[in-house]
């Protein structure tokens, strides 16, 4: 399985961003796929998940409500869009994705996933 990220660019205090992951290869057996941000020094960060079927949704603490997470299943793609954006935001973002058989660990947790995108970074200026 390929990810490929897309959609980050340079954006201001406030601006909105949507994210796009294309996954490609096997992905007939995908599980819950997500987002994951990090920052130079700092651990990955949770930043939201869906499982197959576009439900089991949820976020980390720093987004939610200004964040929403989509799953085209049929397309194999997922869109993280971001409004409201803060410098606090400012991160390379990662997606991530669970093939079969799923496994038990938390999907906030980076460990839950085995497959993983290259990263597309969003910059928030002040």
């Known amino acids: 399985v390929q990810l490929q990220a897309s959609g980050g660019g340079l954006v201001q205090t406030g601006d909105s961003l949507r994210l796009s992951c294309q996954a490609s290869g096997r992905t007939f057996d995908l599980q819950n796929m997500a987002w994951f941000r990090q920052t130079p020094g700092k651990e990955r960060e949770f930043v939201a998940t869906?499982?197959?079927?576009?439900?089991?949704?949820s976020y980390g603490d720093s987004v939610e409500g200004r964040f929403t997470i989509s799953r085209d299943y049929a397309k194999n793609i997922i869109h993280l869009q971001m409004n409201t954006l803060t410098f606090e935001d400012t991160a390379v973002y990662y997606c991530a994705a669970e093939s079969f058989p799923p496994n038990n660990v938390n999907p906030s947790n980076p460990s839950k996933y085995i497959h993983w995108g290259r990263g597309t970074q969003v910059t928030v200026s002040s």
């Open positions: 869906v499982n197959w079927r576009g439900a089991g949704i």
